[in-house]
């Protein structure tokens, strides 16, 4: 069965590192997202790509980036990791813009 | 930007009794979708509605995409204890470049 798959599961690290977070799906798809999900404040946009080597800025992308080389990653890199980036991160994927996102099991980060 | 307002922020029902919950923009959407979440799991989609008007069923799950377009409702019938979990609408907005905007959520919990 197609998937999307997310890793780790959880990471701590410190502040002042670079850290990324794997996404791979298996369903072909052409649209990828990254998401931060925090209390009170729901599921932001990080970033989002339509196709490979295709990037576009969400709303909270500041220290965050992407890049897409295939079509099934889209790994996104914290350049320089702050507290402030304490957070659980969900990737999904889409057969098309503006329809049903499918996402993945989410990675739980730590920033000391 | 856009938001959508989602209400209630939470319920505490009984088991066996019905849920209604909704969502509503200040603008026309193209797309409502229902989402559930459990702790520590990823957004999993219930149903997508892409119609004004539409009435779609999952099981015990049944949503309307409003017709207006600026609504949309999600029941649940019969209620048992694992419903509980966070149950989120996205929706796309009419003439948006096509990403979808997220509620921040139902928080539903069933005594048994």
């Known amino acids: 069965d197609a998937e999307i798959t997310q890793s780790p599961r959880h990471k701590i690290t410190e502040t002042g590192r670079q850290v990324t977070l794997a996404c791979h799906q298996t369903w072909n798809h052409n649209n990828m997202f990254w998401y931060r999900q925090d209390l009170g404040h729901g599921l932001r946009l990080i970033h989002y790509?339509?196709?490979?080597?295709?990037?576009n800025k969400g709303e909270v992308s500041d220290g965050y980036s992407v890049s897409r080389s295939n079509t099934e990653d889209l790994p996104l890199t914290l350049e320089s990791a702050a507290s402030s980036q304490t957070s659980v991160y969900f990737c999904a994927s889409s057969r098309q813009v503006g329809y049903e996102q499918y996402f993945g099991p989410g990675t739980r980060l730590t920033v000391t | 930007g856009q938001q959508l307002n989602q209400s209630p922020q939470s319920m505490f029902i009984q088991e066996g009794e019905d849920v209604s919950m909704n969502c509503t923009s200040s603008s026309i959407f193209n797309t409502w979708l229902w989402y559930k979440q459990e702790p520590g799991e990823g957004p999993v989609l219930l149903i997508a509605l892409y119609k004004a008007g539409e009435l779609t069923s999952n099981g015990r799950l049944t949503a309307q995409f409003g017709i207006t377009r600026k609504d949309s409702f999600l029941n649940i019938s019969a209620s048992i204890p694992s419903d509980v979990g966070i149950y989120f609408c996205?929706?796309?907005?009419?003439?948006?470049?096509?990403?979808?905007?997220f509620g921040k959520g139902t928080k539903l919990s069933v005594k048994p």
């Open positions: 790509s339509y196709g490979v080597q295709d990037t």
């Open positions: 996205a929706g796309q907005e009419r003439g948006s470049q096509g990403n979808l905007i």
